[in-house]
């Protein structure tokens, strides 16, 4: 079983989900990611190389997305 499969099966557990249905939201959530094969639960490449990252570096978001780091919004002060 791939490591990022286990995580994410368990990260919804703890959210009070019962055990079965995890495990089928995580296998149906990863399988639309990309990152399991399509009916299968083994890892793509992607899938592999996001099961060896921590959660905090699968979840981090680089500043550059959207231009957020050349200019500063409108709506907003700059820093």
Same mark, same amino acid.
Request: no cysteine; aromatic share 2%; hydrophobic share 35%.
């Given at each position: %079983? $791939? +490591?990022? &499969?286990?995580?994410a099966?368990?990260?919804? %557990? #703890?959210k009070?989900? $019962?055990e079965?249905s995890?495990w089928?939201m995580?296998t149906s959530? &990863?399988? +639309?990611? +990309?990152?399991?094969k399509p009916?299968?639960n083994?890892p793509? =490449? &992607? #899938?592999? =190389?996001? #099961?060896k990252m921590? !959660? +905090?570096? !699968?979840?981090?978001h $680089? &500043?550059?997305?959207?231009?957020?780091?050349? !200019?500063p919004?409108? #709506? !907003? $002060?700059?820093?």
């Amino acid at each position: %079983m $791939p +490591k990022i &499969l286990h995580d994410a099966a368990h990260a919804i %557990m #703890g959210k009070g989900v $019962p055990e079965s249905s995890a495990w089928a939201m995580a296998t149906s959530t &990863l399988q +639309k990611a +990309k990152e399991l094969k399509p009916g299968s639960n083994k890892p793509t =490449k &992607l #899938g592999v =190389k996001r #099961g060896k990252m921590s !959660r +905090k570096q !699968r979840h981090a978001h $680089p &500043l550059a997305i959207g231009g957020a780091a050349k !200019r500063p919004s409108l #709506g !907003r $002060p700059a820093r």
